[in-house]
């Protein structure tokens, strides 16, 4: 590929990957407004505190079930109306959702909703972000491995998860100057409205965006539109490849749509264990929690913080990097099994030091305490680095390209509603797990690290037993790993693997 090719290939890969940012954008920002939702929307109601404990959990994370709401409805959009539009959509619900959370009594103040009052129109607002977020996530990644070659998709596809990194450190470095100078009577009456409503930004840029690029090849033979996708291939992979490309296109959508288990299930319930696995090894458990998991070691509250923003932010960054550059080098499988192992025996040292701090707060050995958490610490960098160079990117490429073009958008829905339900399952059970006066009684805080060194030894044993390697195929012949039903037959035959 020559470099003006290479270079439309990654801007419109950038361009797509808007959304991943916009994800990282709202997972980070929501962390800066966590006390001035309960103050302005929780606090007034005068509910009892395991009521205000729900609803203000509620109101934090809600948004989470949007995103199980907008994977699900994004494989139907993207097949019907496109990848292109549906990241345009995604722009737009989410640039309304921004302002609207932020400023939650516009419009609809005239009835009434000020104050407290106001919390239905807030959840409101944080469905939509969260159902633009859901579909960002399943449309960005399909656009990349669409208009990709495949001697750099699985580079490209990582530039998802590039993106998600980059919004959540932007967000952090937003918040700081938003807060910057001020009280925290700042932050409760003004600071979180302008926080929530700067998500507006990126938002804007990734409409932009996707009224400028063009519409994946793909989709447009889908569509029945072989002059437009013929021209786009060869802007792509040059004039020589592209006639192959369309043609090999073609062969796989002899019938533009087909039955979801066309290609046999267990194309499909991989997928979908990709994405439960990614979540059940408790990546957003640590970030979610990292300042609570800190102080439970030892560390003051500032340190907590000042450690999980700081540390955590520039390991992921890192890493994520990693992946990118050696994903079409290495393979995908070697990696995610390596980070599976990572997490595993990083999760496994976390278990242990909690009950190695129990035991030095009990024998008042002050220095004890103090080293098991920085012993934590370094363990919690190990286990992000061992996310962010596997689990965090690759899954990412893997959805996106192990599904055929014919079932893609219905089965890449299924997969990443499945990835936002587990999230969901895992935040919502992480201060259940760790609150617990039994389990703690027995585990010392440490029961819900164990049960994620769990889940990360069984996603290596099943990447090793289930997951094909797709390094350096092109979407099409992907397809060949799968079994394949013969209809002529009447029954499936499974493909050389």
Not at 52 to 71: H, Q, Y
Not at 180 to 199: E, N, Q
Not at 404 to 409: D, K, M, V
Request: net charge positive; proline share 4%; aromatic share 10%.
């Amino acid at each position: 590929m020559n470099e003006g090719k290479k270079g439309l290939v990654v801007a419109l890969a950038a361009a797509a990957t808007l959304g991943g940012l916009l994800f990282g954008y709202d997972t980070a920002v929501i962390s800066g407004v966590t006390s001035a939702i309960t103050y302005n929307f929780v606090t007034p109601l005068h509910l009892s505190n395991s009521a205000a404990d729900f609803l203000s959990g509620l109101a934090i994370s809600i948004a989470l079930l949007g995103c199980v709401l907008g994977a699900a409805i994004a494989g139907p959009v993207s097949t019907r109306i496109g990848r292109k539009a549906g990241l345009l959509i995604a722009g737009v619900l989410f640039l309304i959702s921004s302002l609207g959370a932020g400023y939650p009594e516009f419009i609809w103040g005239l009835f009434g909703a000020v104050g407290a009052k106001a919390l239905p129109a807030f959840l409101f607002y944080r469905v939509m972000g969260g159902t633009a977020i859901g579909m960002a996530s399943m449309l960005a990644p399909m656009y990349v491995a669409e208009v990709a070659p495949p001697a750099t998709r699985g580079m490209l596809v990582t530039f998802q998860q590039i993106a998600i990194v980059v919004g959540i450190n932007l967000v952090y470095f937003v918040n700081w100057v938003i807060q910057s100078g001020h009280s925290r009577a700042y932050l409760m009456t003004t600071a979180w409205r302008h926080m929530l409503a700067s998500a507006a930004i990126p938002a804007a840029l990734l409409i932009v965006f996707m009224l400028i690029v063009p519409e994946t090849p793909r989709f447009l033979v889908l569509k029945d539109r072989d002059g437009e996708a013929l021209a786009l291939l060869k802007r792509l992979v040059g004039d020589a490849s592209a006639e192959t490309t369309l043609r090999e296109i073609k062969e796989t959508l002899v019938q533009h749509t087909r039955p979801l288990l066309s290609f046999g299930g267990l194309v499909l319930v991989v997928g979908i264990l990709l994405s439960v696995f990614q979540q059940l090894v408790g990546i957003n458990a640590v970030l979610y929690y990292a300042p609570h998991m800190f102080e439970n070691m030892g560390a003051s509250i500032n340190q907590a913080y000042w450690e999980s923003a700081t540390f955590v932010g520039i390991t992921m960054t890192v890493f994520t990097l990693v992946a990118t550059f050696t994903v079409d080098k290495v393979g995908r499988k070697p990696l995610l099994v390596t980070g599976a192992l990572v997490m595993a025996a990083a999760m496994t040292l976390i278990g242990v030091l909690f009950d190695v701090h129990a035991v030095s707060a009990t024998g008042s050995a002050a220095g004890g305490t103090h080293g098991a958490s920085y012993l934590a610490i370094g363990a919690v960098m190990v286990y992000i680095m061992g996310f962010s160079f596997s689990w965090g990117p690759v899954v990412w490429v893997m959805l996106a390209e192990i599904y055929p073009n014919s079932i893609r958008g219905k089965a890449m829905s299924i997969a990443i509603a499945a990835q936002w339900i587990m999230n969901f399952i895992v935040s919502l059970t992480f201060p259940m797990l760790d609150g617990s006066a039994f389990l703690n009684r027995h585990f010392n805080h440490g029961f819900a690290y164990w049960l994620y060194s769990a889940g990360a030894i069984l996603a290596a044993l099943f990447v090793i037993r289930f997951v094909p390697e797709t390094k350096g195929r092109t979407l099409e012949s992907i397809q060949e790993l799968w079994h394949r039903r013969d209809r002529s037959r009447g029954s499936s035959e499974p493909a050389a693997s």
